[in-house]
């Protein structure tokens, strides 16, 4: 019963916060909250001079030259001026009348298209760029960095487009104004246009943060820093209205830390990239306060700030900086300050590492060091131990190690809205590979079959149920039916081998356990399923490449089905009752927003209650 579904995910998100949306959503449509009384006039340029800061040697990004790159995967070409701040930069679609107040313009409007390609260069990553330039002593780069700003203030005029529409894009280009200017060593002594954008900035941002508050997610974290930084900023320049957003982003930023993220490590958001997305926020929020000698964060939050680094560092290879592809993926990266790819973790694991810890997490020279000599942070001697195992039962992750070999299994321990459906879902990583995937976002404004299947169980390596959802999606970001695990059995290392399983059963009765053992060469799985209907499909999300079935067979009770690859990976499921169906299909994954590249994934088919056994063998 639908009805049923969404008054028990309503009492799961908590009528508090149920409320504070409701009542921004009310207060917007009708003029009572302030925001829509909000008036400004454009800042005048200049907003940087010559840097002060000391020289170093450290490479620029090379990016924002002749081209950009979109959510740091789709090039964009350049021209002599700054881009078309109101337009698609893939399509060259404007947004219809960009001058309206920014509360006029729908979140997800089809004329417009997905309003998160409108926003991205705005979010001002080539505000960092062009500092890291500017201090380097690079011809025109200030005369660039300026104009550009200007030309951004002159399309986006105070409170109108879409570009004023989220305090969230606020709060990034707030935190990235802040992270340039001590780039370039220009936090004490400001240039008016700065001050001022600054404040129309934290403007727009303050009658909106309980809205942001009540998403539980990254949306209040951002706004937090950018008001603690933004008015400690404006405090420090002596301009007495920062005062209290500063005090209001300090006290809801230790809030956010508190509640969302867990003992474990675990963040509100069940996702690899959100999870990077906070500790940034986190990083820039301390490096920040270290810069103008604030008083420490409390201890709790100093405490959760440290446990979220030591979980990104357990899911993180140390060799590649990839990690698996799980959770909301929408392309969303801060503080970019060194030529890495979208998917290494390394520079976000190494700041907050030595911010948090007082320690580097990877004790080579590299790349993920940059944004700490960018931002004048020094690096410690001592080195953390490589990552190990993890039990986060904060948020339902366990890791495990041996070896060269790493997997991840999911399970549903839900204390904030899940994104995906993605029950017992489990990686394989062989020397920094990927070798059992999850498939990853996509989009979030797309054909609903796209999304249904991105964020279905379709979309991960687990057991589907009579064809249908785990958890049913009751609208674009919300499911309903929110899985409990039943039975948990936690991580165990061995002499051997590492293992653990979990197991839950689902709204109509139909029950999943998983038993995961890692060793070496080997990751060996049980999977227990029972209650069903009429089917139950195990899929297998294979890294791309030729797999061939190489072994169809019965034989005393026992039916079996084995794939093989060219780089002597095997993957065997034995199964105590017959299969009905077993192949190798092709699937879809998106390793960054907006592209889907083909894979192949193994489906089987049993209309049975039974075990299935997978075994899937590689080479040492």
């Keep these: 019963m639908l009805w049923l579904s969404k008054a028990r995910t309503a009492l799961a998100l908590g009528l508090p916060n149920i409320a504070r949306a409701a009542g921004y959503r009310v207060g917007v449509r009708l003029g009572l909250n302030p925001v829509r009384r909000l008036r400004g006039t454009a800042p005048a340029s200049p907003f940087f001079g010559p840097s002060r800061a000391a020289a170093v040697d450290v490479p620029a990004v090379t990016g924002w030259r002749e081209t950009a790159r979109l959510f740091s995967?789709?090039?964009?070409?350049?021209?002599?001026?700054?881009?078309?701040?109101?337009?698609?930069?893939?399509?060259?679609?404007?947004?219809?009348?960009?001058?309206?107040?920014?509360?006029?313009?729908?979140?997800?409007?089809?004329?417009?298209?997905?309003?998160?390609?409108?926003?991205?260069?705005?979010?001002?990553?080539?505000?960092?760029?062009?500092?890291?330039?500017?201090?380097?002593?690079?011809?025109?780069?200030?005369?660039?960095?300026?104009?550009?700003?200007?030309?951004?203030?002159?399309?986006?005029?105070?409170?109108?487009?879409?570009?004023?529409?989220?305090?969230?894009?606020?709060?990034?280009?707030?935190?990235?104004?802040?992270?340039?200017?001590?780039?370039?060593?220009?936090?004490?002594?400001?240039?008016?246009?700065?001050?001022?954008?600054?404040?129309?900035?934290?403007?727009?941002?303050?009658?909106?943060?309980?809205?942001?508050?009540?998403?539980?997610?990254?949306?209040?974290?951002?706004?937090?820093?950018?008001?603690?930084?933004?008015?400690?900023?404006?405090?420090?320049?002596?301009?007495?209205?920062?005062?209290?957003?500063?005090?209001?982003?300090?006290?809801?930023?230790?809030?956010?830390?508190?509640?969302?993220?867990?003992d474990q490590g675990t963040f509100s958001q069940y996702s690899l990239n959100y999870h990077r997305l906070l500790l940034d926020t986190f990083s820039m929020a301390e490096c920040w306060r270290l810069a103008l000698g604030l008083p420490a964060f409390s201890t709790t939050w100093q405490a959760r700030a440290l446990a979220a680094t030591r979980w990104l560092h357990a899911l993180t290879d140390p060799t590649t900086g990839d990690g698996p592809n799980v959770g909301g993926n929408d392309g969303a990266r801060l503080l970019q300050l060194a030529d890495t790819a979208y998917r290494d973790h390394r520079p976000t694991v190494q700041l907050a590492m030595v911010l948090f810890a007082g320690t580097r997490a990877y004790a080579a020279d590299g790349a993920w060091n940059h944004a700490l000599q960018w931002l004048g942070v020094p690096l410690p001697v001592a080195t953390e131990p490589g990552p190990g195992n993890l039990q986060a039962d904060d948020g339902g992750f366990m890791v495990l190690r041996r070896g060269e070999a790493m997997a991840l299994l999911r399970y549903p321990r839900f204390r904030f809205r899940p994104s995906q459906a993605d029950a017992l879902h489990l990686d394989l990583w062989v020397r920094g590979h990927g070798c059992l995937r999850d498939a990853g976002t996509y989009s979030y404004n797309t054909e609903s079959q796209w999304l249904s299947y991105f964020g279905g169980v379709s979309g991960h390596n687990t057991v589907q149920f009579d064809g249908r959802e785990q958890m049913p999606r009751l609208t674009r970001f919300l499911l309903g039916n929110w899985l409990r695990t039943e039975a948990l059995e936690p991580l165990v290392t061995h002499a051997h081998s590492v293992k653990a399983a979990a197991g839950y059963r689902d709204a109509a009765d139909a029950r999943h356990h998983r038993r995961v053992q890692l060793e070496d060469d080997l990751l060996l799985v049980r999977d227990t399923v029972q209650g069903f209907a009429s089917s139950a499909v195990l899929r297998w999300r294979l890294a791309p490449g030729e797999w061939h079935i190489s072994d169809v067979s019965s034989a005393h009770g026992e039916h079996r089905f084995c794939i093989r690859n060219g780089n002597g990976h095997t993957l065997t499921v034995t199964a105590d009752i017959p299969i009905a169906r077993g192949d190798v299909v092709q699937g879809w994954e998106s390793l960054h927003y907006l592209e889907k590249t083909p894979v192949p994934v193994l489906e089987l088919e049993v209309n049975q209650p039974g075990t299935l056994t997978t075994e899937y063998h590689w080479t040492l």
């Design 73 to 262: 995967r789709w090039p964009v070409a350049l021209g002599a001026g700054p881009p078309d701040w109101l337009a698609n930069p893939l399509t060259g679609q404007r947004i219809p009348a960009p001058a309206r107040p920014w509360w006029q313009i729908p979140d997800f409007d089809p004329a417009a298209g997905d309003i998160k390609l409108i926003w991205e260069f705005s979010r001002m990553d080539w505000v960092l760029a062009l500092a890291q330039r500017v201090r380097k002593g690079e011809a025109g780069a200030l005369d660039q960095l300026n104009a550009w700003l200007a030309d951004w203030c002159r399309h986006n005029p105070p409170y109108l487009g879409p570009n004023w529409k989220c305090g969230q894009e606020a709060s990034i280009r707030v935190m990235h104004l802040a992270c340039a200017a001590l780039v370039v060593g220009q936090v004490r002594e400001v240039l008016p246009g700065l001050r001022d954008l600054l404040a129309l900035h934290l403007q727009r941002i303050a009658p909106t943060v309980q809205y942001a508050m009540a998403q539980d997610n990254n949306h209040g974290t951002s706004e937090a820093a950018a008001l603690f930084m933004g008015g400690s900023w404006l405090v420090a320049l002596g301009d007495a209205r920062g005062a209290r957003w500063a005090v209001t982003g300090r006290r809801l930023l230790e809030n956010r830390a508190a509640r969302l993220v867990g």
